[in-house]
């Protein structure tokens, strides 16, 4: 068990992604105690000196106590009387001894002190990494305390100067607007930082703004007489003057956002030139750009889309089953939501891949044949069909086979679409995710260690560990800036708002999913965006009646009629909007907000099977609930079923989009309901 620790900001300590229980405010003290001391030795008597004023008799027992209860946090499984490796005795006293990347505060220091001796293209993702570890002031429970104030002293100036470090950087590689939002905030908080200003106003400078580089140095005169009386320093003067001359030295260097458009420019006309315009290299490297361009946002998305299939018949108009398979499986873009985006196409390409397969010598090939492969397993996501998951398989032990890690990912993607075959199967999923992180963080494929992180983010909401989930979703934020993914933080953004829903904020968390579905429009994604906000309102709806359920029922006693579910009247909807796929699972809701509940059992009665996909256990609780309120036993009966196996999960959390809350309190509702010698809700 490897156990880290988190100082840049409260003191915490978490093992596998897990926080432990550190007990009270003094065996925290104690554990921060020992990291400010750096692995060095603490006196129990300097300890006891810095946990209380005026000591208590026995206060040296105490502290032992507090340190042998640490110990049973930290290293749970140490066998007794074996001695300790973290938190050990040294003569007077003790000791923490963590690795040296295994404290928050020390990886800083390393990554700043790191990214000042690297080139700028580097040193930037060091820093925004280093900066992303804070959580608050360091030690931020223990600002009265002596022993932590030099502590967070010293940190909190390293963090200053590393923000400063940042913008200084981002200046050099020409990102001058970048730089801009950071250093507002942070003068805002920090007045007196005369680098900083001069940061600021060369960077407005930058983006023809003279007038506003002009206007943040008067504000730094100002700021600088008024709090400290002093005047601006040399360099900002000499800024200002070089400013109203437009001396060339403030230009911005040559950014990499010019050089590389003049590099794409000439290789692109070179290419042009050199290779046949009929030229099947021509056809593959059109493949890679279509494959490049998907990942680029809502329009190369939905362009990658359109000319994927004008490819693949290109390809097969060759005639070589090969290329054809090449061509298919050359794209093997990452995917995370379980609904096509374009059924028609998926199936046009699934046959595709059908014959290259058929068509390929059977004795050879076994790359391009797991490619294929794992393309059927991606397109046919979300049917019942056993194609797909036997694709799934194949393609899998092909490339386990062959020890191609790119291989491996791509067919490890088709083995997370065909993961649904039915509920409760998160645990599986968080194995793939797992797999996918480790193995593409090793091999340097980024957009399949995004989509592991996603992976990780939905099957640890399905199980209800959101510090697991929210790690990812930070991972996923910090990769998809670094290398230039937005649509990657499209459904981090959803994540949060389900984070509201499930910490019982619905108000919150209605004003964060309508924010996220107007990231969708243009996203490229019709498959995810159709009816998803719509959904997303009903399941908070239908969460705060259970709410409201609950609580009737502690008012009541025990005396209260009806199931958890039963509510105070009829969840209301918006039956007028675009509920796109999930329109069956929202219509009985609307009769019943109507006061037609006949139709409303039979509109229950005529669902059809949830799709095997992310959202398969809300549209199962979904019926659920609505067979509560219409006292419908068969379905309720065939809910059960479907449910069990997902008993210790929460409803929907599994999407990473929204939640409908624990399964297991459905399926509560459920079994007080059938128990129930009659209709399980009384008639309204």
């Known amino acids: 068990m490897r156990v880290t620790f988190g100082v840049l900001g409260p003191t915490v300590a978490e093992s596998d992604g897990r926080a432990l229980a550190l007990k009270g405010p003094r065996h925290r003290a104690v554990l921060a105690r020992l990291v400010v001391a750096r692995r060095r030795v603490v006196p129990v008597t300097h300890l006891v000196g810095d946990l209380w004023t005026d000591p208590p008799p026995g206060a040296v027992g105490a502290v032992q106590t507090f340190v042998a209860a640490l110990r049973r946090v930290l290293e749970p499984d140490r066998p007794s009387r074996a001695p300790a490796r973290l938190l050990v005795t040294d003569g007077p006293g003790y000791a923490l ?11 800083f220091e390393t990554a700043v002190g790191a990214a000042a ?3 700028a293209t580097q040193a930037l993702p060091r820093l925004e990494e280093a900066l992303a570890l804070w959580r608050g002031p360091a030690y931020a429970e223990f600002e009265e305390e002596d022993w932590a104030r030099g502590e967070r002293s010293r940190l909190a100036e390293l963090r200053l100067q590393a923000v400063e470090q940042r913008a200084r950087t981002q200046l050099d590689l020409g990102l001058a607007a970048e730089a801009v939002p950071d250093l507002d905030v942070h003068l805002t908080a920090h007045p007196w930082r005369e680098d900083a200003w001069r940061l600021l106003a060369l960077a407005l400078y930058r983006q023809d703004r003279q007038g506003d580089a002009l206007g943040v140095l008067r504000r730094a005169r100002a700021v600088l007489a ?10 900002l003067r000499r800024l200002e003057a070089d400013i109203l001359a437009q001396d060339p030295g403030l230009d911005p260097p040559a950014g990499p956002t010019a050089t590389a458009a003049r590099l794409w420019t000439r290789t692109a006309a070179a290419y042009d030139r050199t290779v046949a315009a009929g030229a099947r290299a021509r056809l593959e490297t059109t493949v890679s750009l279509i494959r490049n361009l998907a990942v680029t946002g809502g329009g190369g998305l939905a362009a990658a889309r359109q000319h994927r299939m ?7 108009e060759f005639g070589d089953p090969d290329l054809t398979a090449r061509v298919i499986g050359a794209y093997d873009v990452p995917a995370i939501w379980t609904r096509s985006d374009d059924p028609e196409l998926a199936r046009r390409i699934v046959e595709a891949a059908e014959r290259a397969l058929t068509a390929l010598p059977g004795d050879a090939h076994e790359a391009a044949r797991c490619r294929l492969l794992a393309t059927i397993a991606l397109e046919t996501r979300g049917s019942r069909a056993p194609r797909g998951l036997q694709a799934a398989r194949e393609a899998e032990e092909i490339a386990r086979r062959l020890d191609d890690p790119a291989l491996l990912a791509f067919a490890l993607n088709g083995a997370f679409m065909q993961s649904f075959t039915r509920a409760g199967l998160a645990p599986r999923r968080d194995e793939i995710g797992g797999e996918l992180v480790e193995l593409a963080a090793r091999h340097d494929l980024v957009t399949y260690e995004v989509l592991g992180h996603l992976i990780r983010l939905q099957a640890r909401g399905a199980l209800a560990d959101f510090a697991a989930a929210d790690r990812h979703a930070a991972a996923v934020d910090r990769l998809a800036e670094r290398h230039e993914l937005p649509l990657a933080s499209v459904f981090t953004q959803w994540y949060r708002a389900l984070r509201l829903a499930a910490s019982g904020q619905p108000a919150g968390a209605e004003t964060a999913y309508r924010d996220a579905a107007a990231r969708l429009d243009g996203a490229g994604m019709p498959g995810l965006e159709r009816g998803l906000l719509p959904l997303a309102l009903l399941c908070l709806r239908v969460q705060r009646r259970r709410t409201w359920s609950d609580t009737d029922s502690r008012e009541t006693g025990p005396g209260g009629t009806g199931p958890r ?3 105070p009247g009829p969840v209301e909807i918006d039956p007028g909007a675009d509920w796109g796929p999930y329109r069956p699972w929202a219509t009985p809701f609307a009769l019943l907000a109507s006061g037609r509940r006949a139709e409303a059992r039979a509109a229950l009665r005529a669902l059809p099977e949830p799709p095997r996909d992310l959202m398969y256990e809300v549209c199962c609780c979904l019926e659920s609930v609505v067979a509560l309120e219409v006292g419908d036993r068969d379905v309720l009966e065939r809910a059960r079923a479907r449910l069990l196996p997902a008993a210790g999960e929460l409803a929907g959390a599994g999407s990473g989009l929204i939640t409908l809350g624990r399964v297991e309190d ?10 129930a010698p009659t209709s399980p809700v009384p008639p309204r």
Request: aromatic share 2%.
């Open 97 to 107: 001894r963590p690795e040296p990347d295994a404290v928050d505060a020390w990886c």
């Open 310 to 316: 004008e490819a693949i018949a290109a390809a097969e």
């Open 666 to 675: 459905h399926l509560a509702d459920i079994t007080t309901a059938l128990r």
């Open 226 to 235: 008024d709090q400290l009386g002093v005047d601006p320093g040399l360099r």
């Open 565 to 567: 579910g039963s509510g």
């Open 117 to 119: 001796r690297l080139p």
